[in-house]
């Protein structure tokens, strides 16, 4: 069985674009949710996705959005970037996110602002 | 509101010795999951081991083991006959109805051979 799977792993944005980051979660399960993990802040909830409706979001500003397709891919997307955005964002996904007996996190989106 | 903390920001243990990582968390709800994950130098988050609050028996994952402590709300994790693999981030977490974990700040795991 394939992994959770995160594309690009990599990427370099400038102050001020925007960025969308892709999640592919394992075969078969429903629910995304999606983190930020920086130094300073540690690892911070953003959202979680199930069944292509937001259930639970983070305490972020209104320039992080997600969303989710009806085959569970979800994507994320922050507009007008800010250099403390710069981070690793995860996602991590389950069979429903309610009774997370496993959640399993993909190898994460490494965000670079200058 | 839910927190968990994590009080060691770095620990050492000699190849082969057991340690013992903690962690404490906050929460009014009675359902709930825990978690201890490890994250190496390449940052992929695994999962190492995870707890139902409703079982009082502590889980057991080969040389890694929690002790379960509901009533203090504690949650520590016991490593055994450490291995050099081993060394890495240790994040402690919970999960709650409302679909999130919430982490620790983590725990530096050094193994010195």
């Known amino acids: 069985k394939a992994g959770v799977t995160q594309t690009p792993r990599y990427l370099i944005k400038t102050r001020g674009q925007q960025v969308t980051l892709s999640c592919s979660p394992i075969?078969?399960?429903?629910?995304v949710s999606w983190y930020q993990q920086t130094p300073g802040q540690g690892l911070q909830f953003l959202f979680e996705?199930?069944?292509?409706?937001?259930?639970n979001k983070g305490n972020f500003p209104g320039r992080f959005s997600g969303r989710q397709f009806s085959n569970s891919r979800s994507e994320m997307n922050v507009s007008t970037l800010e250099l403390g955005d710069s981070a690793l964002y995860l996602c991590?996904?389950?069979?429903?996110?309610?009774?997370?007996?496993?959640?399993?996190f993909g190898p994460g989106t490494r965000l670079t602002v200058t | 509101a839910q927190t968990v903390t994590q009080s060691q920001p770095e620990m050492s243990v000699q190849e082969a010795e057991t340690v013992t990582l903690s962690c404490t968390y906050d929460t009014s709800e009675s359902d709930y999951y825990l978690f201890w994950y490890k994250q190496p130098p390449s940052r992929q988050m695994i999962l190492v081991i995870r707890q139902e609050a409703y079982k009082q028996q502590n889980a057991t994952e080969n040389r890694f083991s929690v002790n379960f402590q509901k009533a203090a709300k504690s949650f520590s994790l016991k490593i055994s006959d450490s291995q050099l693999g081993d060394a890495a981030m240790y994040f402690c977490?919970?999960?709650?109805?409302?679909?999130?974990?919430?982490w620790g700040a983590g725990t530096k795991l050094i193994i010195k051979p």
């Open positions: 075969s078969g399960h429903r629910s």
């Open positions: 977490a919970s999960h709650h109805s409302n679909y999130q974990l919430i």
């Open positions: 996705y199930f069944s292509e409706t937001q259930r």
């Open positions: 991590a996904s389950s069979l429903d996110g309610r009774t997370p007996r496993e959640q399993y």
